[in-house]
């Protein structure tokens, strides 16, 4: 018997990118608060965030194969969090206009009852248009911009803001897909047939 899947994120875009690709999964989240006020990279600071995630997650399933992610934004070596409200988004996506920046997703998973995990990153280039007030202010009011690592989304309306992307695109939206599907298949998890 194949354990279950448990996608350890409230993210809606990392349900949709499993879905896509024919996972059968449940969402379980333990609360766990993203910390960005730790001295570390890019990088450590997603690992570490991946981890406490699905460490919390699997104590409490721990027959389950449990998937957490995180991802940050950074420019100029500054890391991008999701704002707390409107006039941080407007911040972001003004230091975001018409320049490049990095986004790093750190997924990990656990098996707590095999003691069997993996951990891997993925880092996209993401090149924004220059853009005004105006294009920022028509921006927000299609997008929710607070559940969001630099206060943007690829997806949907992401083409009016982002020129183009070097690297993975799925990275981007949230959970790099080309590295996950393999990694899952380590732990017996499959997409269903179609």
């Known amino acids: 018997m194949r354990p279950t899947l448990l996608l350890a994120s409230k993210s809606p875009r990392r349900r949709e990118l499993l879905l896509e690709a024919g996972f059968e999964f449940e969402i379980f989240t333990a609360e766990v608060a993203e910390r960005l006020d730790v001295d570390l990279t890019l990088r450590e600071l997603t690992a570490f965030n991946a981890?406490?995630?699905?460490?919390?997650?699997?104590?409490?399933?721990?027959?389950?194969?449990?998937?957490?992610?995180?991802?940050?934004?950074?420019?100029?070596?500054?890391?991008?969090?999701?704002?707390?409200?409107?006039?941080?988004?407007?911040a972001m996506l003004e230091r975001l206009s018409g320049r490049e920046h990095d986004v790093c997703t750190s997924v990990c998973l656990f098996h707590l009852a095999e003691t069997r995990s993996n951990s891997f990153y993925e880092i996209s280039r993401v090149y924004f248009r220059h853009l005004n007030r105006n294009d920022i202010d028509n921006y927000l009011t299609r997008v929710n911009p607070l559940d969001k690592a630099g206060a943007y989304a690829a997806q949907g309306f992401g083409s009016?803001?982002?020129?183009?992307?070097?690297?993975?695109?799925?990275?981007?939206v949230?959970?790099?897909?080309?590295?996950?599907?393999p990694a899952l298949a380590e732990f017996g998890i499959e997409p269903k047939t179609r």
């Not at 992610?69 to 991008?80: E, F, M, P």
């Not at 982002?162 to 990275?171: A, D, H, L, M």
């Not at 949230?174 to 599907?181: Q, R």
């Open 51 to 90: 981890m406490r995630k699905v460490m919390a997650s699997a104590r409490l399933r721990p027959k389950s194969v449990v998937l957490a992610a995180d991802t940050l934004v950074a420019v100029d070596d500054h890391i991008l969090g999701k704002p707390k409200d409107r006039n941080e988004a407007v």
């Open 174 to 181: 949230g959970l790099p897909m080309e590295k996950t599907i």
């Open 160 to 172: 009016e803001i982002i020129e183009k992307i070097e690297g993975s695109y799925t990275n981007v």
